[in-house]
């Protein structure tokens, strides 16, 4: 899909995959341009050629600096062995555990990574960016960044959202459909949800509150911008609360466990 600019020296780089019955889930990478250029994920498999066309139009291979991987999953390293490849001064910035996974399929020379953690921050010359772990996540090694300079978090797969259609901001969705498929996609790629400690929960969510973004970018939803952050992080807040889902079924956890202990009662 066409690269759009998202902000000063900010762009994305926008695909979608359909799921079905639901509608069309955002994949998006972004490249955050200045003195030294970061990559924040690499795309899908499937997207390489047009991935790749699309970030070597604003960037030159031999400027990029930095290849920010919120985490190992598909969807974020497609195009990671190849930009490697072309990006020779670029080093990969992620998660230990991450990088651990990564190399089942990635040979990446130790001097081209640096590994960082939630609360980790570097300095890409003219701006800082700092590591936290958002409040979902289907990966352990996940890290959202945050760029002080812009306040644009970079928030991973948290945050995002299933949509009829694919767009690039949020006031191009119908309201009320953006926020049943962010109750969707965040039950989806975080089913403990429904099991964790909601206080504990929380802590994390005003803990990347307490940022106050002017923007949030997730990998899977359009550009959230000024007021509407606000209703994104209550709208977070309210997951624990809601049951475990499913493709085809809203689960009632307790009914489940139920059928369970009688299947399994002699």
């Given amino acids: ?36 250029p970061m990559l ?3 795309g899908m498999p499937v997207d390489r050629d047009a991935f790749e066309e699309a970030l070597w139009s604003p960037v030159d291979p031999a400027d990029l600096r930095w290849i ?38 990635f ?27 958002p409040p979902t996540f289907d990966s352990p090694g996940t890290l959202a960044l945050f760029d002080h300079e812009a306040g644009t978090l970079f928030s991973s797969d948290s945050f995002g959202t299933v949509l009829p259609e694919s767009v690039q901001h949020f006031g191009d969705a119908d ?10 996609l965040n039950r989806a790629i975080a089913p403990w949800t429904a ?16 940022l106050s973004p002017a923007r949030v970018l997730s990998a899977h939803g359009p550009t959230v911008e000024g007021r509407i952050v606000t209703s994104l992080m209550e709208a977070m807040a309210r997951i624990p609360f809601l049951p475990a889902w499913l493709p085809g079924a809203d689960v009632d956890l307790e009914a489940a466990l139920d059928a369970y202990g009688a299947q399994a009662a002699p």
């Fill in 1 to 36: 899909m066409e690269t759009y600019v998202v902000g000063p020296e900010l762009h994305a780089l926008p695909s979608a995959l359909p799921i079905p019955d639901l509608g069309m889930q955002p994949v998006n990478a972004y490249l955050l341009c200045g003195e030294q």
């Fill in 175 to 184: 309201v009320n459909e953006f926020f049943e498929g962010f109750d969707v």
């Fill in 68 to 105: 920010a991987l919120t985490h190992d999953d598909r969807d974020h390293t497609g195009s990671l062995a190849r930009i490697l490849d072309c990006a020779l001064g670029a080093k990969v910035v992620t998660n230990g555990t991450s990088l651990i996974r990564l190399s089942e399929e």
């Fill in 107 to 133: 040979d990446i020379p130790r001097e081209r990574v640096v590994t960082v953690n939630p609360g980790s921050r570097i300095s890409t010359g003219d701006r800082m960016l700092s590591f936290h772990r």
């Fill in 195 to 210: 099991l964790v400690d909601a206080e504990k929960f929380l802590r994390t969510v005003h803990a990347v509150s307490s």
């Fill in 40 to 42: 924040v994920d690499t």
